[in-house]
């Protein structure tokens, strides 16, 4: 997948990388933010590796449709 990054002075966005998924797991896992996202509930770390690469696949559809 080709890096697509955005930067700003107080923000980076880019894509998700194998490295990322400890913290992913936590934010996933931690039922005060869970609480305001996807029904409610802290997810396991199954759920929150299958979570995640539905959001690595949704990007990689998404850029590889869009024209450029």
């Keep these: 997948m080709k890096e697509i990054r955005l930067e700003t002075e107080r923000l980076v966005l880019r894509n998700y990388r194998l ?3 400890e913290d992913h ?5 931690d039922p005060n933010v869970m609480r305001y996202l996807i029904g ?4 396991t770390r199954f759920e929150a ?5 539905f959001l690595v696949g949704h ?3 998404l850029l590889a449709t869009c024209p450029r």
């Design 19 to 21: 490295s990322d998924f």
């Design 25 to 29: 797991y936590k934010l996933c896992a």
């Design 40 to 43: 409610g509930k802290p997810m």
């Design 49 to 53: 590796w299958r979570h995640m690469a």
């Design 59 to 61: 990007w990689e559809l």
